[in-house]
């Protein structure tokens, strides 16, 4: 019983973090947001060249130019990537804990429960983002943070229901077999 309010506690704890990160970052106005976005893809695409020109897979030594044009044109989507794979992460601990709360007895309610939080979170951010010089709140964007996350809820439910039931199950059937 302690182990289980610790547990709710603690992922509370980092739910509530993450949020927080989530508005934190949309936060940031449209101009910082891209830039860093971009800088971050350039150091990865130079790191990638020189390793992959370092083992002899390539022999690219692109200029500053095709940097920042291959940067811009991954920009976009990559942002959308970690937009979806961010409410993914959050979907994740949000259905855990509420499986933990329920004590694994209401997966479906679990699952109901962190579909709604996560589209109402995505649209609360989206609608913080039309406050923020720059920025606009983009129906696009909710869905793509809700299939992120309900994406996350799925891959919970596989391990859920595969490993959890099943192992149980499992081991039940194995009793039942030797007895």
């Not at 679990?110 to 406050?131: G, R």
Request: proline share 1%; charged share 20%; glycine share 6%.
């Amino acid at each position: 019983m302690k182990k289980r309010i610790i547990l709710i506690v603690v992922l509370s704890l980092i739910i509530i973090l993450w949020i927080f990160g989530i508005y934190k970052l949309s936060s940031m106005n449209n101009k910082n947001s891209n830039g860093k976005s971009s800088n971050i893809i350039t150091v990865f695409i130079e790191d990638a060249l020189d390793i992959t020109n370092k083992y002899g897979i390539t022999n690219s030594h692109p200029n500053e130019v095709k940097l920042e044009k291959a940067s811009a044109l991954l920009n976009t989507p990559l942002r959308k990537v970690m937009h979806a794979f961010v409410y993914f992460v959050l979907s994740f601990l949000i259905i855990l804990m509420a499986n933990i709360i329920f004590k694994n007895k209401r997966f479906v309610l679990s699952f109901i429960i962190t579909v709604l939080l996560i589209i109402a979170l995505a649209s609360l951010d989206e609608y913080h983002q039309i406050f923020v010089v720059g920025r606009t709140g983009q129906l696009k964007d909710v869905l793509i943070d809700s299939i992120g996350g309900i994406c996350g809820i799925i891959f919970y439910g596989t391990y859920y229901f595969i490993y959890k039931l099943g192992y149980k199950r499992g081991i039940k059937n194995e009793k039942e077999h030797n007895s």
